[in-house]
T-cell receptor, first 114, second 117 residues
Framework: ETGVTQTPRHLVMGMTNKKSLKCEQHLGHNAMYWYKQSAKKPLELMFVYNFKEQTENNSVPSRFSPECPNSSHLFLHLHTLQPEDSALYLC?????????????FGSGTQLSVL | AQKITQTQPGMFVQEKEAVTLDCTYDTSDPSYGLFWYKQPSSGEMIFLIYQGSYDQQNATEGRYSLNFQKARKSANLVISASQLGDSAMYFCAMSPISSGSARQLTFGSGTQLTVLP
């Protein structure tokens, strides 16, 4: 148990559907992240939130829309996705202080877009 | 820009033996941190070990040690006394150490380690 919970664990959706991924951290951290892990590719950073403010958007298509209502919760809203968006989506959190700082990851949501 | 290279897509090791997973990196940042994560089939990324670029000694955490060679820009992970539960994907990652912003890790492509009984 890492303190970062993601739901759902698995999601299958059509290209016209709208769905949301949820992430919750119980570690008191102030930074949260969305990563995308596609087969045979390194993890790709999608979004970073620091104290609820979005600080990074790594050229992610607008069909992915993040939301961070507070420091403990992070959502990723999905709409009109493409089959190439099928991947494992990982949420992470960190304390965001100088020096040694590690990310704590959730177990991910395995997304399949049909 | 940062880049992490893991040249071993797959590795096999006999149970109870030691194994080294390779990682080289490239960065222009003067201060940085190097991380290793383990990802079992369940999907969760588990932090293993950290090495700061200015740390004088190589990091160790239980059976994990990091062979840090700054001049060669390498940060290899050594797992001693391998166990069947060590079978997983292993990722090397790095991040600049900077103030005022959340950490951003750049990951390598990973090495799939299989421990044989």
């Amino acid at each position: 148990e890492t303190g970062v919970t993601q739901t759902p664990r698995h999601l299958v959706m059509g290209m016209t559907n709208k769905k949301s991924l949820k992430c919750e951290q119980h570690l008191g951290h102030n930074a949260m992240y969305w990563y995308k892990q596609s087969a045979k590719k390194p993890l790709e950073l999608m979004f970073v939130y620091n104290f609820k403010e979005q600080t990074e958007n790594n050229s992610v298509p607008s069909r992915f829309s993040p939301e961070c209502p507070n420091s403990s919760h992070l959502f990723l809203h999905l709409h009109t996705l493409q089959p190439e968006d099928s991947a494992l989506y990982l949420c992470a959190s960190s304390q965001d202080r100088q020096g040694h700082e590690k990310l704590f990851f959730g177990s991910g949501t395995q997304l399949s877009v049909l | 820009a940062q880049k992490i290279t893991q040249t071993q897509p797959g590795m096999f090791v006999q149970e109870k033996e030691a194994v080294t997973l390779d990682c080289t990196y490239d960065t222009s940042d003067p201060s940085y941190g190097l991380f290793w994560y383990k990802q079992p089939s369940s999907g969760e990324m588990i932090f293993l070990i950290y090495q700061g670029s200015y740390d004088q000694q190589n990091a160790t955490e239980g059976r994990y040690s990091l062979n840090f060679q700054k001049a060669r820009k390498s940060a290899n992970l050594v797992i001693s006394a391998s166990q069947l539960g060590d079978s997983a994907m292993y990722f090397c990652a790095m991040s600049p150490i900077s103030s005022g912003s959340a950490r951003q890790l750049t990951f390598g492509s990973g090495t799939q380690l299989t421990v044989l009984p």
